[in-house]
């Protein structure tokens, strides 16, 4: 009796091992060098599947289903970018951008212009508005700013002479100028100023300025000169 009562739980327990043996599963999962058992990853060289990630030097860790340690970690051994995911533009070790940065690549330097400053003769006219917030803005840049006589003589020689719109208005309050930069403007004198007229133009290319129509019943169109920074 006492024997088979030994040999009895014996058995059970050799049953409930097998039982727990069976319901124990393993969480690593290896792809054998097959990279459609991936689902979209791929299979990396230690036997187990990758995904990407941004902040990976390499671009790929291992996936939640990785043995050996490997899961989440970057493959190639090196950890996460302690700066996050790598950006959309040139790396460090990529090429240099086209053209000066902040600037369009239409952009040069002109004779007479503000050091580090870039400018974008204009040709075709168009509203002031238009040519701020289209034809400027778009390109990088804002509607010129005469900051001096020399900077203004600059602005209008590029053009070729003709008058144009420089970034000078007192659109948002009358009597209240502002240049394209929403900065206070007082370096050259202004003249022509009412309450239809709110911008102001190169006109012989010497101060003053000359302040016209551009919002109003007989807004002009004109060229203009875009400015950017270094």
């Known amino acids: 009796m006492r024997v088979s009562t030994w040999l009895l739980v014996a058995a059970t327990a050799t049953t409930s091992a097998l039982g727990l043996a069976a319901c124990v599963k393993s969480t690593a999962f290896n792809c054998g060098n097959d990279d459609g058992a991936c689902a979209g990853g791929v299979c990396e060289p230690q036997g187990f599947c990758s995904i990407a990630a941004g902040d990976c030097p390499s671009g790929r860790k291992f996936s939640d289903t990785a043995g050996d340690g490997l899961a989440g970690q970057c493959v190639g051994g ?7 995911p790598l950006g959309d533009g040139p790396q460090p070790d990529g090429p240099e951008p086209d053209g000066p940065q902040g600037c369009d690549a239409t952009y040069v330097a002109i004779t007479g212009g503000t050091a580090g400053h870039r400018y974008k003769v204009v040709a075709a006219a168009n509203t002031w508005i238009d040519q701020q917030n289209i034809t400027c803005n778009q390109s990088g840049g804002y509607m010129a700013i005469p900051d001096d006589a020399g900077e203004l003589a600059a602005i209008s020689t590029a053009s070729g002479g003709v008058n144009i719109w420089v970034g000078v208005s007192d659109r948002v309050t009358e009597g209240t100028f502002l240049d394209t930069k929403n900065v206070a403007y007082a370096s050259l004198a202004l003249t022509g100023n009412s309450n239809n007229d709110d911008c102001a ?6 101060a003053p300025l000359v302040i016209a129509d551009c919002d109003g019943a007989q807004q002009l169109s004109l060229p203009t000169v875009c400015e950017c920074e270094d």
């Open 78 to 84: 090196d950890g996460p970018d302690p700066d996050g």
């Open 201 to 206: 133009t190169t006109d012989d290319g010497v």
